[in-house]
């Protein structure tokens, strides 16, 4: 199992990015996945989360707004779009596959390494 992060950076406040999770090594279709991030010095939490189908879609409370996820299972990706950027959305972001939708926001199943997004003018 293999989940690459990409897209993260140095950006301004303001401004947008759009992560990528490319997966492989399992059918990336019969998995929901996540996008959690850590911030330094805080706990992991979550951002979002999509269905298998990509029929559903849930967001933690304070995200809601402003970070949108999404999925492309002929490619075996999927995506986190950020907008509005503020400085505390500086972290490490962490793509997730899981396999129970009903505990979208307990932390299980494959991690990938994580790509840095640096929020700052």
């Known amino acids: 199992v293999q989940l690459v992060e990409s897209g993260g950076g140095l950006v301004q406040p303001g401004g947008s990015l759009r992560l990528s999770c490319a997966a492989s090594?399992?059918?990336?279709?019969?998995?929901?996945m996540r996008w959690y991030r850590q911030a330094p010095g805080q706990e992991r939490e979550l951002v979002a989360a999509i269905s298998s189908g990509g029929g559903a879609t849930k967001h933690a409370d304070s995200m809601k707004g402003r970070f949108t996820i999404s999925r492309d299972n002929a490619k075996n990706t999927v995506n986190l779009q950020i907008d509005s950027l503020k400085p505390e959305d500086t972290a490490v972001y962490y793509c997730?596959?899981?396999?129970?939708?009903?505990?979208?926001?307990?932390?299980?199943?494959?991690w990938g390494q994580g790509t840095q997004v640096t929020v700052s003018s």
């Open positions: 090594g399992f059918t990336f279709s019969r998995y929901h």
């Open positions: 997730n596959a899981f396999s129970s939708w009903a505990t979208w926001n307990t932390p299980s199943g494959y």
